[in-house]
Nanobody
Framework: QVQLVESGGGLVQSGGSLRLSCTAS????????MGWYRQAPGEQRELVGD???????NYVDSVKGRFTISRDNAKNTVYLHMNSLKPEDTAVYYC???????????????WGQGTQVTVSS
């Protein structure tokens, strides 16, 4: 059984910063790519960015230059550093990971419960 748990969300003023963390726990064989998604009220969930095992990253255009994804493989943790936050960034942020549970189980995507980020104007 694998769990992803996010933390670090909260209320921040426009222009402020937050750091989100997501840690995988439980028993699993390997973690591959990890990523962050977000969903605003009444909107579709969108990919914010992701990061490969080796550290390669990609981002949605709206956050380039403001958000940074990093990971600590020894801690099974991925981070999302958010700077220069805007009200448009307000959403529930979800962690995602591509995980191989064990050699007899299928590889697949796992999701965290989400953490709320609210940016006031």
């Amino acid at each position: 059984q694998v769990q992803l748990v996010e933390s670090g969300g909260g209320l921040v003023q426009s222009g402020g910063s937050l750091r989100l963390s997501c840690t995988a726990s439980g028993s699993f064989f390997a973690i591959y790519a990890m990523g962050w998604y977000r969903q605003a009220p009444g909107e579709q969930r969108e990919l914010v960015g992701d990061i490969s095992t080796g550290g390669g990253t990609n981002y949605v255009d709206s956050v380039k230059g403001r958000f940074t994804i990093s990971r600590d493989n020894a801690k099974n943790t991925v981070y999302l550093h958010m700077n220069s936050l805007k009200p448009e960034d307000t959403a529930v942020y979800y962690c995602n990971a591509d995980i191989l549970p064990n050699l007899s189980a299928p590889r697949g995507n796992y999701w965290g419960q989400g953490t709320q980020v609210t940016v006031s104007s």
